[in-house]
């Protein structure tokens, strides 16, 4: 989508790790989750000289029905813990410098990554799963996104300073 400060490029980060709590019970309930989903757009502001990167959507679960009365619980927002959004930017730095500037470093990945394959998914309760989006199930590459081009001379390259914004335009403090 392009407003005149630059094309905004969508971007999935998968596999955050986030807190959800659910308000219909007596007692405090909450979970956690490590496969949480987050869209996001980054952009070069020409204007601004600069890069920017914005939450487009964070997707929701609910609390886990195996065990409780067949009442539907709602969606619950992820609550990202500390270090996350540092994360996700990380995360999205690399998918910048693999796609535009042919660097071939190794994706970051999370510690519970090699893991990954026992823990146990509720797709019934997963927001991502419901609208087929969800990491568990995503691992083809996306066939609209392009490599860099070819011959790019790191040499020419402007060093360029990224923040994050939320849905009001602004910065937040990392």
Request: proline fraction near 5%; charge should be neutral; include cysteine.
């Amino acid at each position: 989508m392009r407003d005149g400060n630059g094309y905004w490029v969508p971007y999935t980060a998968g596999f955050v790790y986030a807190t959800f709590v659910c308000d219909l019970h007596e007692e405090e309930y909450c979970w956690t989750s490590k496969e949480v989903q987050v869209d996001m757009k980054f952009r070069y502001n020409f204007s601004l000289k600069r890069g920017e990167v914005k939450v487009e959507r964070e997707f929701r679960q609910r609390c886990s029905q195996l065990w409780s009365t067949p009442q539907i619980h709602p969606w619950q927002y992820p609550l990202l813990d500390e270090g996350q959004a540092g994360w996700i930017m990380k995360k999205c730095v690399h998918k910048i410098k693999k796609t535009y500037y042919e660097e071939r470093s190794p994706a970051p990945r999370p510690a519970f990554f090699n893991n990954f394959t026992g823990l146990e998914h509720h797709t019934d309760d997963c927001e991502a799963c419901s609208l087929g989006r969800c990491p568990r199930n995503r691992w083809r590459a996306d066939p609209n996104m392009r490599k860099g081009r070819d011959g790019s001379n790191m040499n020419n390259l402007d060093h360029i300073t990224w923040v994050m914004m939320d849905e009001n335009n602004h910065v937040f403090d990392l």
